[in-house]
């Protein structure tokens, strides 16, 4: 079933336009009185394929129950067509309704769960969250209640939330976005807009065909046949193992922190040997020649170094 042209949506990247950094789209901000109502869901959590996407949607308390007679609901349970009327009419009220999103681009996710220390897709999450919650602050916005979709211990995170913006109701539990109206919407914003980055996806790789030309002839396989993303889809299987390089791995909209990616590397890629070359030749200096202090450089017998260990 066809999607909304990524053209069409306002918080998709441009046409041949990559994904490479994560960023922030808003709508114009209402500007009938508060206090407002906000509602906090993502997209794309799962999928080994492309963005995370948090979504974030406001009304004034007042609007809710215009609110309940739109039809938004949990975007999972919606078609696409539906969704994007839905998007639609998150742009028909400006007075009255608004929304945001953040999208955490893959090389983003992947950059911060392989670090040291990791800062792993929990920490990730909230901190969008927050960030979305403050820009909503920050563009005058008057928040009495927030209502957040989240797993795990809701408990421990709504007191999190609490601490971080005090004077707000904060309401964090499961299926929310089929509990709270006004999370359905942030719900939709942010289904949206990840189909939209995933469906006119540009592989960066591509770009300067002139440059890579050799690399590209065996990359046939970078088409948009990507299933729905997730580990487990037979289809997503087929497109990340026939889109490996054995040499550079995977093009960007793969998350190559996700255990999936990891085993395919570790089997079917070139194996690589990092060396740090100055450790080595402290190694050598450490351990060559007859005698402790032998060949020991002048830098290590001023700071009295014994060992590497000592660094």
Same mark, same amino acid.
């Given at each position: ?8 949506? /306002? ?7 990559? @994904? ?28 080994? @394929?492309? /963005? ?11 609007? $809710?129950? *215009?609110?309940?007679?739109?039809? &938004?609901? *949990?975007? $999972? ?8 009327? @839905? ?18 681009? /893959? ?27 403050? !820009?909503?602050?920050?563009? %005058? ?23 971080? &913006? ?12 089929? $509990? ?25 790789? @591509? ?18 046949? +990507? ?5 487990? *889809? ?6 990340? $193992?026939?889109?490996? !390089?054995?040499? +550079?791995? +995977?093009?960007?909209?793969?998350? +190559? ?31 060559? %020649? ?11 017998? !001023? ?9």
């Amino acid at each position: 079933m066809p999607r909304t042209s990524a053209s069409l949506i /306002p918080s998709a990247p441009g046409p041949s336009t990559p @994904l490479t950094n994560s960023y922030t789209y808003h709508s114009s901000t209402p500007t009938a009185p508060g206090p407002y109502i906000l509602g906090v869901d993502e997209a794309g959590r799962g999928p080994v @394929l492309g /963005p995370l996407v948090y979504g974030v949607a406001y009304c004034p308390v007042s609007w $809710k129950t *215009d609110l309940e007679q739109l039809g &938004f609901a *949990d975007s $999972k349970t919606l078609t696409p067509e539906k969704r994007a009327q @839905l998007l639609g009419v998150l742009n028909s009220d400006p007075q009255n309704l608004g929304w945001s999103v953040r999208v955490i681009s /893959p090389q983003a996710i992947s950059a911060g769960m392989l670090r040291i220390p990791p800062t792993n897709l929990n920490k990730q999450s909230q901190d969008a969250t927050v960030l979305l919650i403050r !820009d909503a602050l920050q563009r %005058g916005l008057q928040l009495s209640e927030v209502y957040v979709d989240a797993l795990g211990n809701t408990t421990t995170y709504e007191a999190y939330l609490s601490s971080q &913006f005090p004077g707000i109701n904060f309401t964090v539990t499961t299926k929310a976005d089929s $509990k709270f109206k006004i999370v359905g919407a942030a719900s939709v914003a942010a289904k949206v807009t990840r189909d939209a980055c995933v469906d006119g996806w540009t592989f960066e790789e @591509l770009i300067e065909e002139d440059e890579n030309a050799a690399r590209n002839a065996g990359n046939e396989n970078w088409n948009r046949e +990507f299933g729905s993303g997730y580990p487990s *889809d037979p289809k997503t299987q087929i497109w990340v $193992k026939n889109s490996l !390089d054995p040499t +550079f791995g +995977f093009p960007s909209i793969v998350r +190559f922190s996700w255990t999936t990616v990891k085993v395919i590397l570790e089997k079917s890629a070139h194996p690589v040997k990092w060396i740090d070359e100055g450790q080595e030749s402290l190694m050598k200096a450490f351990e060559g %020649g007859k005698g402790r202090e032998k060949d020991r450089c002048i830098v290590t017998k !001023d700071l009295g170094i014994q060992s590497i260990g000592m660094l």
